[in-house]
């Protein structure tokens, strides 16, 4: 079985400054690990992912993440905010049998 | 353009009714999935398909059905046991073990 904890509901932040949303997942088993984005009433878009290779994984609009394995944590950061990332955030791990488990989410609200 | 189209938008139905949701994709994957997500969660997984004619009941498959009979097509029917239908729902399309795209939801409410 695998799991996934978000363990921010929500994160205020101003804009320009710095952003951490943290994810801690487990499994039984080899995970491949994804961070998505979703704006209201839209569909989720992927950020980034890591399937192996390099544990610090670069996606779009500046965001990162890095893949601890020790500590079964998958943060995802940006160095510098803007408005627009304002959405809400959600960590996935994959068994790699197709199957997908998603956490309930952080909501990221930038101010001006 | 490839991807993955859901529709209607919003969907209205009364007490009593089956409803179905389309999803198409273009993309040619083989993997395809249904969400449901209610306000302040997380997405929680219906049913999903990892190959034409076949498909696996997810986490709260109860009240619902599905079909997979093209690889494009995976519509979900929301049946009338389903005791609380109203939320948003979102299809999927992934190549295996990789990313998933998602369309762009279909809101259901029950009047």
């Known amino acids: 079985a695998q799991s996934v904890t978000q363990l921010d509901s929500q994160v205020p932040v101003f804009e320009e400054a710095p952003v951490e949303l943290r994810c801690n997942y487990s499994?039984?088993?080899?995970?491949?690990l994804f961070w998505y984005v979703q704006y209201p009433n839209q569909g989720l878009q992927l950020l980034l992912k890591?399937?192996?290779?390099?544990?610090l994984v670069k996606g779009i609009n500046g965001f990162e993440a890095e893949f601890n394995k020790s500590q079964t944590s998958f943060h995802l950061r940006k160095p510098s905010v803007h408005i627009s990332d304002t959405a809400e955030y959600f960590c996935a791990v994959s068994d790699g049998a197709g199957k997908s488990t998603f956490g309930d989410g952080t909501t990221l609200t930038v101010k001006p | 353009d490839g991807g993955i189209t859901q529709s209607p938008k919003y969907l209205f139905r009364k007490e009593g009714q089956n409803v179905t949701l389309s999803c198409e994709q273009n993309?040619?994957?083989?993997?395809m999935y249904w969400y449901r997500q209610d306000p302040g969660q997380g997405l929680r997984l219906i049913y999903y398909?990892?190959?034409?004619?076949?498909?696996q009941k997810g986490d709260i498959a109860e009240g619902y059905s599905v079909s997979r009979e093209k690889k494009e097509s995976f519509p979900l029917t929301v049946t009338s046991a389903q005791k609380n239908p109203t939320a948003f729902y979102l299809c999927?399309?992934?190549?295996?073990?990789?990313?998933?795209?998602f369309g762009p939801g279909t809101r259901l409410t029950v009047l």
């Open positions: 499994s039984s088993v080899s995970v491949y």
């Open positions: 398909s990892q190959i034409v004619n076949d498909f």
């Open positions: 993309l040619n994957h083989d993997a």
């Open positions: 999927a399309s992934s190549i295996r073990n990789n990313e998933q795209f």
């Open positions: 890591y399937l192996s290779g390099s544990t």
